[in-house]
């Protein structure tokens, strides 16, 4: 049997710009080939069993050939796997997805191409750039930079009689070499130019001048590869339509917990943050813990919902039914502990959002009865400072990701919007040793703080109200201000 092969284009560097088509292939995917400008957070949409090689073409390193590339392909997809060729852009755009694809069709591999948004595009729309405007262009022309013969390359003579807007991708090398020509072939000295560096990652940065100026001014603002260049009469609306560049956190660096749901990181997104994560400690070690003796427990106080899981399973270790405890009271501290619990038609004498609400001390500390916590390691600490009752452990958590601090560097600030994800920034701190002491750190509630003043940090910013809107804003008074 013979697999598929999809050639799929990432987009420019923004993940929310791949296409639907894209991420259900990505999310279909038994083996992922991927390039080196390819944003890694598309990795997201990955199984976990899927097999990532790295074909990326690295500049000053050798490279993998593209007789290489293609038999990875070609193999994978005899062996009847998902293979998804994901590069950089749209795979017909300068991407070599042509000769990829003639390989497929010579193998006898069935293979779709998925296209994606070019940088051509997308690169000056993040800039301001509109590629084509009445009156000021009404066509627009799409060129490689990466000469390999600086003369004979591209026909200068042809172009210079182009009127509409000229783009060159992979052209910083010989920026030099693409205005001389352009000007000795009748370009206007005056006429407009831009570049844009990292166009639509958060990263993005852009200058514009003329074919006479550019080159000094991409000299003495160090821009790099990778850019576009963008010559045309559209450039002079750069800095009145440039959006992506004016958003109010572009180009900070805010550190925060890695989450698929919540609504933190789009916030920040939207507001132009790059967002640097940290990974959360959901690998759950399953601990050994005894039962106690039914005949004297009273009542039973859940504090997570795995604790909650693993207390069930352990039941069933021992043959209890959970109906043979109906002379027990149960209460949960945490809203999705509680739901969890109602869920399972639990009713509850009590419920809290944290260990110290007024509920629950009020049931552990004006009462006889006889208590039992049902708790993970990391909150056994917290709990016996407040309670004297015993504390079944059940499990303790691990970060779910490696820790990478050499990537966690340059940083604005933490936003840390509950005790979570507090607890799992001072742990990761304190395993990598990173010295995050003077970054202000921004919390949502009491909770949150507390776990930070307990572990001896003092730059903390409660926001002024408890919602995750207000981190987004609080963000923006403390970066913003420290611009002026």
Known sequence: MTGFVSLLGAGPGDVELITVKGARRLREADVLVYDRLVNQDLFSYLSDKCQ????????????????EIERILIENARENKRVVRLKSGDPYIFGRGGEEAQALVEAGIPFEIVPGVTSAIAGATYAGIPMTFRDKATSFHVFTGHLQDEMESLNWA?????????VFLMGMKHLSVITRELVNNGFSKNTPVAIVEWATHPSQRSIDGTLSTIEELALKEDM?????????????????????????????????????????????????????????RTQVNKLSFDLPDWSQVDGMVFTDTQSWILFLSRLREDGIDLRSLSHIQFAAIGHHTAKTLEEAGILLVAKGTQSKDPSIKDLLEKTDASWYLVAPEHKLADLRSLYDFPVLVTHSLAFDKELRPQDWTN??????????????????????????????????????????????????????????????????????????
Do not use: W
């Not at 990532?52 to 007789?67: A, N």
């Not at 042809?158 to 000229?166: D, R």
């Not at 607890?423 to 995050?436: I, K, P, S």
């Open 158 to 166: 042809a172009i210079s009689q182009l009127k509409g807007t000229l």
């Open 224 to 280: 790099k590869a990778p850019s576009i260049i963008v010559v045309g009469d559209v450039v002079s609306f750069r800095k009145e339509l440039n959006f992506y560049e004016h958003l109010p956190l572009h180009g900070k660096r805010i550190f925060l917990q890695d989450s698929t749901t919540g609504k933190l990181p789009v916030y920040l997104k939207d507001d132009g943050a790059t967002l640097v994560k940290f990974p959360s």
């Open 411 to 484: 940083l604005d600030c933490v936003c840390l919007p509950n005790s979570v994800a507090a607890a799992n920034f001072v742990t990761l701190v304190e395993e990598t040793g990173l010295d995050l002491q003077e970054l202000p750190i921004i919390v949502m509630g009491e909770t949150t703080r507390d776990k930070l003043v307990e572990a001896g940090y003092s730059r903390i910013i409660e926001t002024d109200q408890p919602t995750i809107l207000a981190i987004r804003d609080k963000c923006r008074d403390i970066l913003i201000k420290e611009n002026l």
């Open 52 to 67: 990532l090689i790295d074909v990326g073409k690295k500049p000053g390193m050798p490279c993998i050939r593209q007789e």
